[in-house]
């Protein structure tokens, strides 16, 4: 079974920087895709940032040109740098992975394993 921990959330005002962490049981490398999902109080999961075993990355629209998502091979362990925060992105962030199957088009139920998620505010 594989664990994952997330660390890292806070709160920030609109425009500042939080770097999100994942620490994984396992090696990444035998982790097929890992992603960041977010969700808000009384909505569904979205996904935020996936990234491939080969480093292929892929990112919400939301998310992309402020959000990077890279791996730590040596401390098994997945980012997520977010900058240029705005308030509609407080919500509880989640990792997740799977060993195998899809990745950039995986649905929430393909990621077999999750985090607890960590709590970003970004106070409007």
């Known amino acids: 079974q594989v664990q994952l921990v997330e660390s890292g959330g806070g709160s920030v005002q609109a425009g500042g920087s939080l770097r999100l962490s994942c620490a994984t049981s396992?090696?990444?490398?035998?982790?097929?895709?890992l992603a960041w999902f977010r969700q808000v109080s009384g909505k569904g999961r979205e996904g935020v940032a996936r990234?491939?075993?080969?480093?292929?990355?892929v990112y919400a629209d939301s998310a992309e040109g402020r959000f990077t998502i890279t791996k730590d091979f040596a401390k098994n362990v997945l980012y997520l740098q977010m900058n240029s925060l705005r308030a509609e992105d407080t919500a509880i962030y989640y990792c997740?992975?799977?060993?195998?199957?899809?990745?950039?088009?995986?649905?929430?139920?393909?990621?077999?394993?999750w985090g607890h998620g960590t709590q970003v505010t970004v106070p409007s």
């Open positions: 396992t090696s990444l490398r035998s982790l097929y895709c």
């Open positions: 990234v491939r075993v080969d480093g292929r990355t």
């Open positions: 997740a992975a799977n060993a195998a199957g899809r990745c950039a088009d995986a649905a929430l139920g393909e990621f077999l394993y």
